[in-house]
């Protein structure tokens, strides 16, 4: 065997260098690994946010409906006790193009809607509620206004 070489400025031995067989493979699959949570944490991410688009776009659709049938009940004032409907309940025909148009744009959609008559003023609730997936807590949007009689 021979022995190690001497350095020339230090004079010290040198040591033979040893192999790194496989390092640079290890690193790679270590950065593949690294690279695929990241992915994976960014499809969740988008996942959780197409989900939440969806749902303020029923509730936006749900204020729409309901701003809009109170706009017809204060124009229909001689009518206005017949537009009441109860959850789950066959809408009286005033109420029909508004149920009907509501659920197009919710679809299955629980609509119900409550006149309370008072001194001078009949109370409106409109509820509107509706399932996106069978888990999910549904989503419910209430109006409450006072028409003046």
């Known amino acids: 065997m ?16 040893r192999r790194q067989g496989g390092i640079a493979l290890l690193e790679a699959m270590l ?20 989900s939440a688009l969806s749902d303020a776009g029923m509730r936006a659709e749900a204020a729409m409906a309901g701003e809009k049938l109170l706009g017809t009940m204060t124009a229909d004032m001689p009518n206005l006790l017949s537009y009441s409907l109860a ?8 109420l029909a193009a508004w149920v ?28 509107i509620r509706w399932q996106r997936k069978a888990k999910d807590e549904p989503g419910v949007h209430q109006v409450t206004s006072y028409i003046a009689i």
């Open 31 to 50: 950065a593949i690994v690294i690279l695929g949570i990241g992915l994976l944490g960014t499809i969740g991410l988008q996942a959780r946010a197409y």
């Open 100 to 127: 009907t148009e509501t659920r197009s744009h919710i679809p299955n959609a629980d609509l119900s809607v409550r006149l309370t008559p008072m001194v001078g003023r009949i109370k409106v609730n409109i509820d």
């Open 2 to 17: 021979k022995p190690a070489p001497i350095h020339v400025r230090t004079g010290a031995r040198a040591h033979p260098r």
């Open 87 to 94: 959850s789950g309940g066959e809408p009286s025909d005033v």
